[in-house]
């Protein structure tokens, strides 16, 4: 039932919510093809930021209470901090997306094989997604913990070893480096982003209706796991979940026990 809904939410939803994006209008969601070498023609001015916001969706506009685009993020400017901005925003919407997805995985479907060497199997779908990482061995929270790290450093220091420029330096946000490195100096592993290259004769304006389309639904999938949360956490709280949600007394945001 949760799997349903949610896929009708996303359907019906989608286009309520619309991406800004990064760069003049010519190059606005385009991949960088520059060196560290900050250049202000591939970094979007505030400007440009305001208009591009009112192009693609013209009931939001542009959307900045805090006005964190003057907070010039690391003394680097105003590029830099909607670099920073923008990649944050594409990076928290994916991670939204994968964790929905997964929410209503885990609330439908068991998973059939053991979960660990001594032939434990998974929690049961009985309980709560939030209930079932609970019950999940110390060692596989931290293999997942881990593995999300070396991601994260990799994404962040991989600019220093590759061509591609950093997002706060004049690259694209949202653009995670290739592990090409990685394959010639350890062993084999596919990239994140596009792994068998079905995207190489993909136009640029397909490529960029994509991504703006991602971001859709990374600030969608935002609001959704989060009302999945909120369900769970405090009843009644999400009128349209409350006669599925399950009850969690829990602490969501601690990742392994309570006051962690």
Request: aromatic share 12%; charged share 20%.
């Amino acid at each position: 039932m949760k799997f349903l809904l949610s896929s009708l939410l996303l359907a019906t939803s989608a286009n309520a919510f619309a991406p800004t994006t990064q760069g003049v209008k010519p190059v606005s969601l385009r991949m960088s093809e520059i060196g560290e070498t900050p250049a202000a023609t591939e970094s979007s001015s505030i400007d440009d930021l305001k208009a591009l916001a009112t192009d693609l969706n013209p009931i939001v506009n542009y959307f900045d209470p805090l006005n964190l685009v003057d907070a010039d993020f690391y003394n680097m400017g105003t590029d830099a901090t909607i670099g920073f901005l923008r990649h944050a925003e594409i990076k928290h919407g994916r991670v939204a997306m994968a964790a929905f997805v997964g929410y209503c995985v885990q609330s439908n479907w068991h998973w059939p094989w053991k979960m660990t060497t001594a032939g434990d199997s998974f929690p049961s779908i009985d309980l709560s997604p939030e209930q079932q990482w609970d019950a999940i061995p110390a060692n596989a929270k931290w293999q997942i913990l881990l593995v999300i790290a070396g991601l994260e450093i990799w994404g962040e220091a991989a600019s220093r070893v590759t061509d591609d420029a950093h997002y706060m330096k004049g690259g694209q946000p949202g653009k995670y480096p290739t592990f090409q490195l990685f394959r010639d100096q350890v062993h084999f592993v596919l990239d994140l982003y596009d792994p068998f290259g079905f995207s190489k004769k993909m136009t640029q304006e397909k490529k960029d209706k994509r991504l703006a389309m991602e971001i859709n639904n990374g600030r969608l999938a935002m609001l959704g796991i989060f009302g999945f949360l909120s369900a769970d956490t405090i009843e009644g709280s999400v009128p349209l979940l409350k006669n599925i949600a399950i009850p969690y007394d829990g602490q969501v945001m601690s990742p392994f026990e309570a006051g962690y």
